[in-house]
């Protein structure tokens, strides 16, 4: 059998389609349909598309009049300069001359509310790159408490997700609109069923002890939902083989392997980089490792099939996992180990092989590398140090 054709295993939850979520988690029955009278338009970072934990996804399911804009900055500025928009349309987005909503009289509210979806950082690079968004009124919200997004890092713990804007502006405006509590309560049953399924503390940021080795509870204790994982990407900004221009390198090789099965995960990316040869002979990749080639959509769901809801990715070094935040890939949360305070005991040129990985024969780089973290990840899963916490 080729063995491209076992790339995602054959057990792999089936997913919703809608909410991106495993079946058994999935609330898209739940999601109630409000009647808002404002027109709601959300410009949505394509980043943001496919995240599994993406909110603006339930606003749009629930609003009756909502619609989400989807591309690259550029696209959408293109997309957005030619729209009809409302005489009183408004944008939700902080700043010095932002009125705050809830001050307004009723003939002075928008009609039309323009809402940013994606991280912060996307939502000042969609700011910057579409003119027209800054010429549009300013609108803001004042949360009296903390946002209830625990399961993705905000700003500050006032900084609220899509859908808590969202409620929160649209309750200011029509505050006779029934549902948004109901909208409220699906958001908060998402959170609950992702943190029980997520029993390690990876999000709640404890502070660690002095010379503790900060080694995530999740290795020293059940290794069997730890993914390793490492890729390659594009050969850069420069060249032929480059990304498009202002993108950042997409992954061109991925390869991982679940700790407690040897599930293992292999795909090789549409690129032009694979034209390079002095850059290919580096990565040793054979023809049939670089067979069937995909598009990066295609590694996205081969990807999502592959993890699964309550898994923790391992990879050694930050860069490896941006390069599935940059294409919209990330559906699990990431432990860095390059980050925790213990050397690795062997080193990277070290020839042997993990026996996980015992069945795979490649001298690729990218092979070499995933056992690295692989040796790694046994070597931290020893490590019953009193001092462990998590990431």
Same mark, same amino acid.
């Given at each position: 059998m080729n063995p491209n054709e076992s790339l995602v295993a054959p057990d792999s939850p089936t997913r919703c389609h809608v909410c991106f979520r495993p079946r058994s988690l999935c609330f898209c029955k739940l999601i109630p349909k409000v009647a808002n009278q404002t027109e709601v338009l959300i410009m949505q970072h394509r980043r943001e598309r496919s995240h599994p934990f993406n909110t603006a996804r339930i606003v749009s399911q629930s609003l009756q009049r909502c619609q989400v804009m989807v591309a690259y900055n550029h696209e959408l500025a293109e997309r957005f300069a030619t729209m009809q928009l409302s005489d009183r349309v408004g944008l939700l987005y902080p700043g010095e001359n932002a009125k705050l909503l809830s001050d307004l009289e !009723? &003939?002075?509210?928008? $009609?039309? *509310?323009v809402v940013i979806d994606g991280t912060?950082?996307? @939502?000042?690079? *969609? %700011?910057r790159d579409i003119p027209r968004l800054q010429t549009l009124p300013r609108y803001r919200l004042a949360p009296s408490e903390p946002g209830r997004y625990r399961i993705r890092r905000e700003p500050n713990e006032h900084a609220l997700s899509t859908l808590e804007a969202t409620v929160a502006a649209l309750s200011a405006i029509e505050p006779t609109t !029934?549902? %948004?509590d109901r909208l409220v309560d699906v958001f908060d049953r998402m959170i609950s069923d992702q943190l029980n399924v997520s029993k390690s503390n990876w999000r709640h940021n404890e502070a660690r002890r002095p010379g503790s080795p900060n080694v995530p509870r999740v290795l020293t204790? &059940? +290794?069997?939902? +730890?993914?390793? @994982?490492?890729g390659e990407q594009e050969r850069g900004n420069t060249g032929e083989g480059s990304s498009a221009a202002n993108q950042p390198p997409a992954p061109l090789y991925w390869n991982a392997v679940r700790m407690g099965t040897g599930e293992f995960f292999r795909c090789a990316i549409q690129s032009k980089s694979l034209n390079d040869e002095a850059f290919m002979e580096r990565l040793r /990749?054979? !023809? &049939?490792? *670089?067979q069937p080639l995909v598009s990066v959509d295609d590694f996205r769901e081969r990807w999502r099939s592959f993890v699964r809801a309550d898994d923790h990715l391992a990879v050694f070094h930050r860069s490896t996992s941006k390069l599935l935040e940059d294409v919209a890939a990330n559906f699990s949360p990431s +432990?860095? /180990?390059k980050s925790i305070h213990l050397k690795p005991?062997?080193? $990277?040129s070290d020839p042997?092989? !993990? @026996? +996980?990985?015992a069945h795979q024969t490649s001298n690729s780089r990218p092979l070499r590398r995933l056992a690295w973290a692989v040796r790694f990840v046994e070597e931290l899963a020893a490590t019953k140090a009193p001092g462990s916490d998590g990431p």
């Open positions: !009723p &003939d002075e509210r928008p $009609e039309q *509310l912060w950082h996307h @939502a000042k690079t *969609l %700011f !029934p549902g %948004f204790k &059940d +290794i069997s939902k +730890i993914v390793v @994982a490492y /990749l054979t !023809p &049939d490792e *670089l +432990i860095v /180990l005991q062997t080193k $990277e042997r092989t !993990p @026996a +996980i990985l």
